[in-house]
């Protein structure tokens, strides 16, 4: 009887994939009680007072106080700086860092921090790096050309950062040390270093043993159990498929 594998493992709910949400620092999202609905034709200001590091985010966290009273942390685009003015809401001019309804940005703008309802935070472009453009203003909403490519209509009074999120070429630095790898992945709850199913033995993984004979197909369907459910999930395709040579 072989021991448990990772997917059952991790399902389970163990320490060693539980991440270390207590060293985080706050949501990035926009403050609740300031409605884009309520400033769609006006405007209120902020200072961002610091940048704090936020454990397993590739990006700084800005945090802003508006004249208000509320304050909020947002991922920082690039370009801000500590002690300059935010603005919010449709008044406000398309400029880094301040804060917009999408019906009011001009079209080609970079934004960042999209929200997909109005009043939800930010849900899209918040990771290093990461911004979509305004296509269009269009009666069925604004029209976003998202970091993947697609295309998608967003609500008017949806909220939105100007700019690029910060930290674009974090990517671009390798880690060169495994530790550094390791102390990431435990920061996101992720298990790593990962062994390949291949390289393990029959007993206790479905691709283990190097023997051709053993090798089960890698995709599996939605339903199968957590100690079958490995590899691809669902897949329509097993693998890329070839174009055709025209004659």
Avoid at 87 to 92: E, F, N, R
Avoid at 178 to 184: P, S, V
Avoid at 193 to 207: E, F, I, S
Wanted: aromatic share 6%; glycine share 14%.
């Amino acid at each position: 009887m072989g021991k448990r594998i990772r997917v059952q493992r991790r399902g389970r709910g163990g320490s060693p994939f539980r991440a270390a949400t207590h060293k985080r620092v706050a949501p990035a999202k926009y403050p609740v009680s300031i409605s884009s609905k309520d400033y769609f034709e006006s405007s209120i200001n902020g200072v961002i007072e610091s940048f704090v590091h936020d454990a397993g985010r590739g990006a700084p966290l800005a945090f802003i106080r508006f004249e208000n009273g509320e304050e909020c942390y947002i991922v920082a685009p690039e370009g801000v700086s500590v002690g300059q003015q935010i603005s919010l809401g449709g008044k406000a001019p398309s400029e880094i860092g301040n804060i917009l309804p999408l019906g009011k940005v001009p079209e080609g703008t970079l934004v960042c921090n999209l929200e997909l309802k109005p009043g939800d935070g930010g849900k899209l472009a918040k990771s290093s790096g990461a911004y979509a453009t305004v296509v269009a203003h269009t009666p069925q909403g604004t029209m976003i050309r998202l970091p993947s490519g697609r295309t998608r209509y967003i609500n008017d009074y949806c909220m939105a950062t100007v700019g690029v999120v910060s930290g674009s070429g974090r990517t671009e630095k390798p880690f060169l040390k495994a530790g550094e790898k390791f102390h990431l992945m435990r920061a996101r709850g992720r298990k790593y270093p990962r062994t390949r199913g291949r390289a393990m033995v029959a007993a206790v993984h479905p691709y283990g043993s190097s023997k051709r004979s053993a090798r089960k197909v890698t995709t599996t369907s939605h339903g199968a159990p957590p100690g079958q459910k490995v590899g691809l999930i669902a897949a329509r395709g097993a693998g890329q498929k070839r174009k055709r040579k025209t004659a």
